[in-house]
Structures are given as C-alpha cells and as structure tokens.
C-alpha cells in the first residue's frame, strides 16, 4: 500500500505539472520566436525546437516544484507523526513503542 501511495503521490505533482508545462509553452512561444532569443545578450545559435525542448523542461521543472510542495504541505497529522518502524523494533524508551518499553 505505501508503494501505490508514493506511486500515486507522484503522478498528483507530474501529471498537473505536465499541463501547466503544456499552456505555459503555448502561451511563451506564442509571444516569443524561439530564433529572437538571447542569452547573456549573445543569440541562441540551436534550432527552434531545442529551444522549444528545453523551455518546456523548465516549465515542467518548475510546475513540479510547485506541485511537490502542494503535496508535502498537504500531509496531515498522521503522517508526518507516524514511526517508520514497527512496534517491536522501535529502540527502547521511545514513546511510541507502547506497552513494550518495560521489556
């Protein structure tokens, strides 16, 4: 189960992330020539659709950040309190291991 929840995780930031990479493209480049661009004020010298590439990688990157955030702030109590470990192999003293902390 908790591989289909990091699974499933995962998709929520790539998949919205994808579209805001697609719009942001088109509304860009609708505006900007891919052949007008500078960088440093020296021209880029690749052809249009490396720079279409790469613009729509960054737009992607950054969707995903922003989406993996969402995600992260999103998780509740339980979660960010849950011990990774069992019950039985938590060290001994700690608050969560129950009624086997006497042992």
């Not at 989406?67 to 969560?96: H, I, M, Q, W, Y």
Request: one cysteine or more.
């Amino acid at each position: 189960m908790a591989g289909s929840n990091l699974a499933q995780r995962i998709l929520w930031v790539l998949w919205p992330s994808f579209l805001v990479a697609a719009v942001a493209e088109l509304l860009v480049f609708a505006v900007i020539d891919p052949a007008d661009v500078h960088l440093f004020g020296v021209p880029v010298e690749v052809g249009r659709m490396t720079v279409y590439a790469v613009g729509f990688f960054l737009f992607w990157a950054v969707g995903a950040s922003a989406a993996a955030l969402t995600v992260f702030l999103r998780r509740s109590p339980v979660e960010v309190n849950r011990c990774p470990l069992d019950a039985e192999e938590r060290p001994a003293g700690c608050p969560k291991r129950g009624d086997l902390a006497a042992d």
